[in-house]
């Protein structure tokens, strides 16, 4: 099995993990009466926090550093940035519980094209 293949794996079971603690997050405030966009921002921002930890250990077996979590939470920007914007899009047209899981695979999606090429290349 290749290197790639085997991160692909380990970076998915790290997602449902992080996914999991983060729509608890999101979930859990949104029934506590926050709004959809709050509380979609404070889930993504502490799973960004596992994620980095989980996916440095766990997905691409590095040794973490100041400059590769610099390159990680601007992935992280950038996907959430595309997740926000799908988010705003659907809010208006579909359920707010739908919305934030197709804005998640966005999120999912470019999240780990990045990381793999530019925060974790050559891992």
Known sequence: MSQTLLQ???YNLVGIVNTLFGFSIIFGLMFMGVDAMSSNAIGYALGAMLSYYLNAKYTFNTQKSKTQALKFFTI???A???NFITLKL???IINPYL???VAAI???VSSFILA???AFKGA
């Open 80 to 82: 959430y940035i595309l």
């Open 116 to 118: 793999k090429f530019i």
């Open 90 to 92: 659907l809010l208006p």
């Open 99 to 101: 919305a934030q899981l």
């Open 76 to 78: 992280l920007g950038i």
């Open 8 to 10: 692909f794996i380990r």
């Open 106 to 108: 966005v999120y999912t």
